[in-house]
């Protein structure tokens, strides 16, 4: 089974909102990261954070973990038609030198115009 | 810098053939990993490495083979393909030690028929 699940699996706004995304993990981590797929890509790393820092900012991202939760959070403010796209959290599952990395399921954002 | 090269872009396959699919890096990673993505869901870890002569297996490793003969390439072998392995294929790098995001290429489309 895969390490991290995302919340919600599909979410839809319009423009111009805040997009929160979720995600859960089940064992101890050393990092979490988070990575954008837009249709048919590669993926792209935006952000990563570590089990002792419980907020991160980059632009309009911003990232927040719980490790008592094993649970993470991407906040991407006033959306862009651009951020179409899946984001999908990746953890270390605890693997001190971070070289295996597992996937969750990912969540599809589509920006309404 | 040209990231991680994969090759071929798309592949066809009859059941039970064999190839190799292609990955190279030229920013001096130490970490490479190959994923499998299916239609719809997240990216699953086949095999990984740490560095040159050094590999280990991922969440689905049956019926992929991998070697790691030098620190720029991490080609992956199907041995004998099979419809179930239809997918789209993933490499990807990153430096070593934790801490850092992984550089993905652009995929590999798979059908096995």
């Known amino acids: 089974s895969q390490q991290g699940e995302e919340d919600p699996q599909a979410l839809s706004i319009q423009e111009g909102e805040n997009a929160t995304m979720n995600c859960s993990y089940k064992t101890s981590i050393n990092n979490l990261q988070w990575y954008r797929q837009n249709s048919g890509r590669g993926l792209v790393h935006l952000i990563l954070?570590?089990?002792?820092?419980r907020e991160k900012h980059s632009g309009r991202l911003r990232v927040t973990l719980d490790t008592s939760k094993k649970s993470s959070s991407l906040l991407i403010t006033a959306s862009r038609a651009a951020d179409t796209a899946s984001y999908f959290c990746a953890t270390d599952a605890g693997y001190s030198s971070a070289s295996k990395i597992i996937f969750g399921s990912g969540t599809r954002l589509s920006i309404r115009p | 810098n040209a990231g991680v090269t994969q090759t071929p872009k798309f592949q066809v396959l009859k059941t039970g053939q064999s190839m190799t699919l292609q990955c190279a890096q030229d920013?001096?990673?130490?970490?490479m990993s190959w994923y499998r993505q299916d239609p719809g869901m997240g990216l699953r870890l086949i095999h990984y490495?740490?560095?040159?002569?050094?590999?280990d297996q991922g969440e689905v490793p049956n019926g992929y083979n991998v070697s790691r003969s030098t620190t720029e390439d991490f080609p992956l072998r199907l041995l004998s393909a099979a419809p179930s392995q239809t997918s789209v294929y993933f490499c990807a790098s990153s430096r070593q030690g934790g801490g850092y995001g992984y550089t993905f290429g652009s995929g590999t489309r798979l059908t096995v028929v």
């Open positions: 490495s740490v560095g040159a002569g050094i590999t």
């Open positions: 920013m001096n990673h130490e970490y």
């Open positions: 954070i570590r089990s002792n820092e």
